[in-house]
């Protein structure tokens, strides 16, 4: 009964958030665009996993919250490839603090203390396999994270990250125009949340760009993903000359994320 008060809540701020949808990209609009570090730790099957929940539950968001950096998500790898992974998302208005926050940390006294068991594994056993990071800015028309309605409450959520490359930089170029003309409200209307739109500015595989939308349960993944290729804003949008003139996506990198329960996200 509780699960299902909470989708009927959900799906109404869902359908709050679409109607205002527009108001809130115009408000947006004005705003300065957000820096996002993209981190994946790549992890081996046994004690790794555990091992990384708790420094970065416990230590490395605690620590880079200490430097402002706030709402950072922390996110398990449900369906994709190299399983474990755990990604973590990190905003910041500010480009200087988000890549000068590794620098700093290793003036923080109390994370260098509370960090020793993860930073000190011995290389025959060590606490990750690799960490992979990009570095994005956030679109002109999105130019700050969003964090879902079901956050505050640790409510069911989960979310997809996809990631769209393209043959040139001008496609490329092409697409993020495609998403700052109305791309946004398609998905807020087709009942996804929103979450950010990034564009990557070193990373591997570039020129790319990624964006992250959620929804309450992931049984609804296929009947949003309707609603989105069925509208009628998508339809007239995807068949403007500009933007079918060539294909200007070459391919799609898709994944299925859920929160750690420490997530800000």
């Known amino acids: 009964m509780q699960r299902r008060r909470f989708l009927s809540s959900s799906l109404a701020a869902a359908s709050a958030l679409a109607a205002s949808g527009g108001a809130l990209l115009k408000a947006q609009a004005n705003q300065a665009r957000e820096y996002y570090e993209l981190r994946c730790y790549k992890m081996q099957s046994g004690d790794q996993p555990k091992v990384a929940h708790k420094y970065l539950a416990e230590v490395l968001i605690p620590a880079l919250n200490r430097q402002g950096l706030k709402t950072i998500g922390a996110f398990d790898l449900y369906l994709g490839p190299e399983t474990p992974s755990l990604y973590l998302l990190i905003p ?20 260098l203390k509370a960090a020793e068991p993860f930073d000190a594994a011995p290389a025959n056993s060590p606490a990750f396999a690799r960490i992979e990071s990009s570095l994005m800015i956030a679109f002109e028309g999105y130019p700050k994270l969003t964090v879902t309605p079901a956050t505050a409450q640790k409510g069911p959520r989960v979310f997809q990250m996809r990631t769209y490359e393209s043959p040139s930089l001008r496609d490329h170029r092409r697409k993020v125009e495609m998403f700052n003309s109305g791309e946004y409200d398609i998905f807020a209307k087709a009942g996804f949340w929103n979450v950010f739109f990034g564009d990557t500015l070193i990373g591997a595989r570039r020129p790319n760009l990624t964006y992250m939308v959620s929804m309450p349960d992931l049984a609804e993944l296929d009947a949003k993903w309707k609603n989105f290729t069925t509208h009628p804003d998508w339809k007239k949008l995807s068949s403007e000359p500009r933007f079918t003139f060539e294909s200007i996506v070459s391919n799609i990198s898709n994944l299925i994320l859920r929160p750690t329960a420490y997530s800000q996200i």
């Open 92 to 111: 910041s208005e500010s480009l200087e603090a988000l890549v000068t926050s590794e620098l700093k940390l290793g003036h923080d006294e109390e994370y």
